[in-house]
C-alpha cells in the first residue's frame, strides 16, 4: 500500500457499460487497494455540458454510484464522494480561476474542437454530411444548448482543483484527457510562481489505464450515443441475445467456413474474457467453429462476472440508505482532506493570515 494519492472521477452518464468498466471502472478497483484513492462523481462537470437538463442528474449520479459499488469500489478501501458535495471544491475553483490565462482554456486543445466534439458525440445520429465533412459544418444547428458558456470554457480550471486540493500524486484518465492534466501541472507552477511557495500543491501526472479496446455491438466504439452497448447491469437474457447480433466476419457464411478474427466483436470479447483466445483465433481462421457456437462460449464466460455485477446491483438499488450514508462518509473525508489545502492556498495568496 502506497501513500501516494490518487484521484479521479467520472461525468454522471447514468447506467454504465462494458466500455466503461474495462476502460476506467476496473482499474479504479484494482488502485484502491494499493493508494489512497479518492473517486468522485464529477456532477458540476456534467453541468458544464447539460445545463438545462438538469431533470435526470441526480438520478445519474446514484446510478453510476450504484455500478461504481457493483464493480467492487469499497468505501471503506477508498473515498468515494459526488463532486458538488464538497463546497471547497468550488471555492478553490474560484480561486484558480483568477490566475487562468484565458489562452490556456482557448487553446485547450482547441475549445472550438472540443465544442464540436462534444456535439457530435452527442448528436451522433443526427451528423449532416459524411466523414469527409468538416466536424464544425456536420454539428451546424444540432445543439440545443449552447455550451459556448463561462463554465465549460472553464472545465480544466475545475478539473484542476478536483485532483489539486487532494494533492493527488496520480490522475488515472484515458489519454483523452492528457492536456487537462497538462493545464493542472501548468496552473501548479504558475501558482508558485506568483505566490512564492512550493508546498500547497503537487503536480499531479496522468496514469494511462493499459488500454482495453471494447468494441460496441456494431463494431464502433461501444458509446451510448451510438447504441451499441451492454451494460454493466443489464440482464442475462438481454445481454444473451445482444450477444447474437454482435459484428462478424461478413465472408464466413456457414458455420464450417474459415474466416478472420480481426475485426470480430465476438473475438475482441474472447480477448478480454477467454484466456484461451489464441486458440479459438485459430479455430476460427481454420473454419473450425460456427460463429453462433462462438457467440454462445462467449455468455458462458461472461455471464459469472455479469451475474455478479447484477445480483450487487440489486441490493444496493434497494438500499437507499445505504447509498446515503457511503456518500455522507465520503462527503465528510473528502471535505477534511480539501480543507487543509484551501486554507494552505488561502494562506499563501494572503486572504487569510
Ligand atoms: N474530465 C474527466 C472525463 O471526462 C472527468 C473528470 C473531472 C476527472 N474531474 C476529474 C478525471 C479529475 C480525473 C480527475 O473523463
Given at each position: 500500500?502506497?501513500n501516494?494519492?490518487i484521484?479521479?472521477?467520472m461525468?454522471?452518464?447514468?447506467?454504465?457499460?462494458?466500455?466503461?468498466?474495462h476502460?476506467?471502472l476496473?482499474?479504479?478497483v484494482?488502485?484502491?487497494?494499493?493508494?489512497?484513492?479518492f473517486?468522485?462523481?464529477?456532477?458540476?462537470?456534467?453541468?458544464?455540458?447539460?445545463y438545462?437538463?438538469?431533470?435526470?442528474?441526480a438520478?445519474?449520479s446514484?446510478?453510476m454510484?450504484?455500478?461504481?459499488l457493483?464493480a467492487?469500489?469499497?468505501?471503506?478501501?477508498c473515498t468515494?464522494f459526488?463532486?458538488?458535495?464538497?463546497?471547497e471544491?468550488?471555492e478553490?475553483?474560484?480561486?484558480?480561476?483568477m490566475?487562468?490565462?484565458?489562452?490556456?482554456l482557448l487553446?485547450?486543445?482547441?475549445?472550438k474542437?472540443?465544442?464540436?466534439?462534444?456535439?457530435?458525440?452527442?448528436y451522433?445520429g443526427?451528423?449532416k454530411?459524411d466523414e469527409?465533412?468538416p466536424?464544425?459544418?456536420?454539428?451546424?444547428?444540432?445543439?440545443?444548448?449552447?455550451?459556448?458558456v463561462?463554465?465549460?470554457?472553464?472545465y480544466p480550471?475545475l478539473m484542476?482543483?478536483?485532483?489539486?486540493?487532494?494533492?493527488?500524486?496520480?490522475v488515472?484518465?484515458?489519454?483523452d484527457?492528457?492536456?487537462?492534466?497538462?493545464?493542472?501541472?501548468?496552473?501548479?507552477?504558475?501558482?508558485?510562481?506568483?505566490?512564492?511557495?512550493?508546498?500547497?500543491?503537487?503536480e499531479?501526472?496522468?496514469?494511462?489505464?493499459k488500454?482495453?479496446?471494447?468494441?460496441g455491438?456494431?463494431?464502433?466504439?461501444?458509446?451510448?450515443?451510438?447504441?451499441?452497448?451492454?451494460d454493466l447491469g443489464?440482464d442475462?437474457d438481454?445481454v444473451r441475445?445482444k450477444?447474437?447480433?454482435m459484428?462478424?466476419?461478413?465472408n464466413?457464411?456457414?458455420?464450417?467456413?474459415?474466416?478472420?478474427?480481426e475485426?470480430?466483436?465476438?473475438?475482441?470479447f474472447?480477448?478480454?474474457?477467454?484466456?484461451?483466445?489464441?486458440?479459438r483465433?485459430?479455430?476460427?481462421?481454420a473454419g473450425?467453429?460456427?460463429c453462433?457456437?462462438?457467440?454462445?462460449q462467449?455468455?458462458?464466460?461472461?455471464?459469472?462476472?455479469?451475474?455478479?455485477?447484477?445480483?450487487?446491483?440489486?441490493?444496493f438499488?434497494?438500499?437507499?440508505?445505504?447509498l446515503?450514508?457511503?456518500?455522507?462518509?465520503?462527503k465528510e473525508?473528502?471535505?477534511a482532506?480539501?480543507?487543509?489545502?484551501?486554507?494552505q492556498?488561502?494562506?499563501?495568496?494572503k486572504?487569510?493570515a
Open positions: 500500500m502506497s501516494e494519492i484521484v479521479s472521477g461525468r454522471p452518464t447514468g447506467k454504465l457499460h462494458l466500455g466503461n468498466y476502460g476506467a476496473k482499474n479504479f484494482a488502485l484502491q487497494d494499493k493508494y489512497k484513492c473517486f468522485f462523481v464529477a456532477d458540476l462537470h456534467a453541468l458544464t455540458t447539460s438545462k437538463h438538469t431533470e435526470n442528474l438520478a445519474n446514484e446510478q454510484l450504484i455500478d461504481w457493483s467492487g469500489l469499497d468505501p471503506e478501501k468515494i459526488l463532486q458538488s458535495d464538497v463546497p471544491v468550488s478553490l475553483n474560484t480561486l484558480l480561476g490566475i487562468t490565462p484565458l489562452g490556456w487553446r485547450n486543445p482547441t475549445y474542437d472540443q465544442v464540436n466534439e462534444l456535439l457530435a458525440r452527442k451522433a443526427q451528423l454530411g469527409n465533412t466536424l464544425a459544418e456536420r454539428v451546424k444547428g444540432l445543439a440545443d444548448e449552447d455550451i459556448s463561462y463554465g465549460f470554457l472553464g480550471v484542476a482543483v478536483d485532483i489539486l486540493i487532494h494533492k493527488a500524486a496520480f488515472p484518465v484515458g489519454e484527457q492528457t492536456a487537462h492534466v497538462e493545464i493542472a501541472r501548468d496552473l501548479v507552477r504558475r501558482f508558485n510562481e506568483i505566490y512564492g511557495v512550493d508546498n500547497v500543491f503537487v499531479p501526472k496522468p496514469l494511462y489505464t488500454e482495453t479496446k471494447v468494441p455491438l456494431d463494431g464502433h466504439k461501444m458509446s451510448k450515443s451510438y447504441h451499441n452497448t451492454i443489464e442475462l438481454s441475445k450477444i447474437m447480433t459484428y462478424t466476419d461478413p464466413k457464411k456457414k458455420a464450417n467456413d474459415p474466416a478472420d478474427p475485426g470480430c466483436v465476438v473475438y475482441a474472447h480477448k478480454i474474457y477467454n484466456p484461451d483466445a489464441a486458440k483465433c485459430a479455430e476460427c481462421k473450425a467453429l460456427g453462433v457456437a462462438c457467440k454462445k462467449l455468455f458462458e464466460l461472461m455471464e459469472p462476472e455479469l451475474k455478479g455485477f447484477l445480483d450487487r446491483r440489486k441490493i438499488e434497494s438500499d437507499k440508505a445505504q446515503r450514508a457511503i456518500l455522507h462518509k465520503g473525508a473528502a471535505r482532506s480539501a480543507a487543509v489545502t484551501l486554507e492556498a488561502k494562506r499563501a495568496m486572504l487569510i
